[in-house]
């Protein structure tokens, strides 16, 4: 841990002060030309001491695998027969994984599918994936 001098705590507390206040002539700025209430709103504030709130869990958390594991996964379990991005969409839900929009979804697994092709890990033919990259994750 750092031992600050007196005078560099005094710096530092005064280039706080300025730091503020510069953010408080911003706030009055927007919020005169947005036409709101003069006063600053006060920030909301956790008044609750951390001693209150429960200790975090002693279970491990569960293991979340991400894009390009689940497409390594869903196309691994296809096999030869290969899978498209929206099959792999579908692999993905029955996972648990959630997308904001199937459109998201899809984008996202194709990313990971082209990025894995061009690692040598997948090869692309008529529209479907297939894994070529053995046993690795």
């Not at 919020?31 to 491990?60: D, I, K, M, Q, Y």
């Not at 199937?102 to 994936?129: C, E, F, M, P």
Request: aromatic share 6%.
């Amino acid at each position: 841990m750092a031992i600050y001098s007196p005078e560099e705590i005094a710096k530092m507390k005064d280039e706080l002060r300025k730091d503020l206040e510069a953010l408080e002539r911003v706030e009055r700025l927007l919020a005169s030309r947005n036409g709101a209430h003069a006063e600053p709103v006060p920030a909301p504030r956790n008044t609750r001491p951390l001693s209150e709130f429960p200790p975090p869990s002693e279970e491990p958390a569960s293991v979340v695998l991400g894009v390009k594991s689940l497409c390594i996964a869903g196309l691994k379990r296809v096999g030869t027969v290969g899978a498209a991005p929206k099959d792999l969409l579908s692999f993905f839900k029955a996972q648990g994984y959630v997308f904001s929009s199937d459109t998201n979804g899809s984008a996202s697994i194709t990313t990971a599918l082209s990025r894995l092709v061009i690692s040598g890990k997948v090869r692309r033919a008529d529209g479907r994936y297939h894994w070529i990259g053995g046993d690795e994750e």
